[in-house]
Every structure is written in C-alpha cells, then in structure tokens.
C-alpha cells in the first residue's frame, strides 16, 4: 500500500501529541502553521500537514508514521 504523504489536522495531533485530538492540540498545531513553525497546505479552510513535518518535528518516527499508515 502506498504511503500517505499529507495528514489531515486530526491525523496530524495524534501522531505528534498522543493525546489524542483535543481542542488544546488543535490549537497548537494550528498556531504553529499561522506562526510558520509547521509548513502546511491550506485547501480552502482544510489543512493538510505533509509526512516530513510530524517527523521533522519528532512527534513519531519514521518506523511509527508507517504504522499510522497501515
């Protein structure tokens, strides 16, 4: 199966929070696209986080962002 390469918010938060998608996490990240912390692609009033930022960020590992993806 192909490798997701953009995450939605949601997908996003659960893979660098762990806590799950609480208001708060998205909050955050949201705030870190607005303060260009996190490049992201907007798509009308969706955004989209690509692979390489959760894990430039440290939120998982490579190895875990494949398991997400399963």
């Known amino acids: 199966m192909a490798s997701q390469a953009l995450y939605t918010v949601k997908e996003a938060c659960n893979a660098l929070f762990g806590e799950g998608y609480t208001d708060a996490s998205r909050k955050r990240l949201r705030r870190w696209i607005k303060?260009?912390?996190?490049?992201?692609?907007?798509?009308g009033s969706r955004w989209f986080i690509p692979k390489y930022e959760i894990i430039k960020l440290g939120g998982v590992d490579a190895q875990e962002i494949e398991k997400l993806d399963a």
């Not at 303060?35 to 798509?43: F, V």
């Open 35 to 43: 303060a260009g912390q996190i490049s992201a692609i907007a798509d």
